[in-house]
């Protein structure tokens, strides 16, 4: 039975402040519509004036006559997405969930494919959890990006991959998208032998018919752990896989940019590290739209790096430090690391790559690190007065790592300093010269050596 949205809080000042809304009140109607989601709720309050029914904690109901201007009421639910999650209905052969070991939190475990995520926080989505009620709502309530992981346009291949039967059936759901005019992205996880070669060549060709609201498309190599048993065979791309990939990305660039001027697609780094090739010119990837899925992050950081260079004049300042890193960008923070170097030359800055001993050495990004992996592959080495840390090895708005290990943890067995350090070249720079400054977060701050009971991880 419907019984509204819990307010959890109301922010001081605004209009649901003003009109005696509390946490623990409950949001039942607007202009009688229940709200089924977060977009209803954004949709029907999305108007000059609006009457809101609101259940009080003592169950009297309130029927609020709102003059809002178009202002949102500062209200925040118990449920940010006021509607329950829904569940991935794939079993993709590359999922990497599905590539986790047992034992580790519940939350690893959940497989969203969501499309509401797409829109509230840029996750990908498969389409084959969406009805056609749901395509009416993204082109009633305009909402864009939606970001598409596609894999594949060729029907019967896409059912393979996301052992799915609608799976190819979805796809239609980008030609009512299209001529919506509703902004996509697409993302390409490329697995040896099966969506590489041809069938990556028909699917860059098919997405291309879909531009320009279809604006980007990534190919991202596939990620293999070391808990695969039982798993479909998949084997990892190799060098030469690389830089056929690349070879492939590049030619429908340059065709793409000449009929509409844009790149369109764009391969990840990994890719181009692994093919051992200098990463595209800062122009060839459009602005970074694909910044997420691994697309030009050493390039755009390479930029900031110098650009921030640029304005520091340098000095005879000394420190010695450390920072860890993937195996995958271990060669960029060395240069950039030296590029600071030469503007202080006092400055020692120690980059430790950490080999993922957890999930297995194929996995080569930071952001798969975990704590116990760091500790044990730290330990005793020069380390310095503080280590840095990037801030994608924790989880997002905590100092947490994917084993549970903290950050505070980390400096009882290490015994130093850590910085978390945000994933612009700026606040790279910052970190290592010390000039953070709290408010703006590179997570540069006093250490006070602990006295805990040191601990350690067999």
Same mark, same amino acid.
């Given at each position: 039975m419907y019984r509204g949205h819990i307010i959890k809080s109301v922010d001081p000042g605004s209009i649901g402040d003003e009109l005696g809304l509390e946490p623990g009140d409950r949001l039942l109607t607007i202009d009688g519509h229940e709200l089924e989601d977060v977009f209803d709720y954004e949709y029907y309050i999305g108007s000059e004036s609006v009457v809101a029914v609101v259940e009080k904690a003592d169950g009297e109901e309130w029927e609020l006559e709102i003059e809002n201007d178009y202002e949102d009421l500062g209200l925040t639910f118990e449920n940010s997405l006021m509607s329950e999650y829904r569940s991935c209905r794939n079993k993709c052969i590359f999922c990497f969930i599905d590539q986790m070991p047992g034992g580790m939190r519940d939350t690893l475990y959940f497989k969203d494919d969501d499309s509401r995520l797409s829109f509230l926080q840029g996750n990908y989505v498969t389409l084959t959890n969406m009805s056609d009620r749901d395509v009416d709502r993204i082109i009633r309530f305009k909402l864009s990006p939606i970001n598409i992981s596609v894999h594949t346009t060729n029907p019967n291949l896409r059912c393979r991959m996301l052992n799915n039967r609608f799976a190819g059936e979805a796809l239609k759901k980008m030609d009512r998208l299209y001529k919506a005019g509703t902004p996509m992205n697409g993302q390409i996880v490329m697995c040896r032998g099966i969506n590489d070669g041809e069938e990556l060549e028909r699917t860059i060709r098919d997405l291309s018919g879909y531009i320009p609201h279809m604006e980007s498309v990534s190919v991202?190599?596939?990620? /293999?752990?070391?808990?695969?048993?039982?798993?479909?065979? /998949?084997?990892?791309?190799?060098k030469e896989d690389a830089v056929r990939t690349i070879g492939i990305v590049e030619r429908w660039q340059r065709k793409l940019f000449e009929a509409y001027g844009t790149h369109f697609i764009h391969a990840s780094d990994e890719f181009y590290i692994l093919a051992g090739e200098e990463l595209p010119e800062a122009e060839r990837y459009d602005g970074y739209p694909q910044l997420e899925n691994g697309v030009g992050m050493l390039r755009l950081m390479t930029e900031e790096v110098e650009a921030a260079l640029a304005d520091l004049p340098g000095d005879g300042r000394k420190e010695e430090i450390s920072m860890a890193t993937g195996l995958l960008a271990q060669d960029y923070m060395k240069k950039f690391a030296g590029r600071i170097r030469e503007k202080y030359p006092n400055i020692t800055v120690h980059i430790y790559p950490i080999v993922n001993d957890f999930f297995g050495p194929e996995i080569t990004v930071s952001g798969l690190i975990t704590g116990r992996d760091l500790i044990r592959q730290l330990k005793g080495r020069a380390l310095g007065a503080r280590?840095?840390?990037p801030v994608n090895?924790?989880?997002?708005g905590e100092e947490v790592f994917l084993d549970d290990v903290t950050r505070q943890e980390v400096k009882i067995a290490l015994q130093v300093q850590v910085d978390i350090v945000k994933s612009s070249g700026y606040d790279f720079v910052d970190a290592v010269l010390g000039l953070c400054q709290e408010e703006n977060a590179?997570?540069?701050g006093k250490y006070e050596p602990a006295d805990e009971k040191e601990i350690t991880y067999e």
């Open positions: 991202v190599p596939v990620g /293999l752990s070391r808990f695969r048993e039982g798993l479909y065979p /998949l084997e990892p791309v190799t280590l840095l840390l090895m924790f989880r997002s590179c997570c540069h």
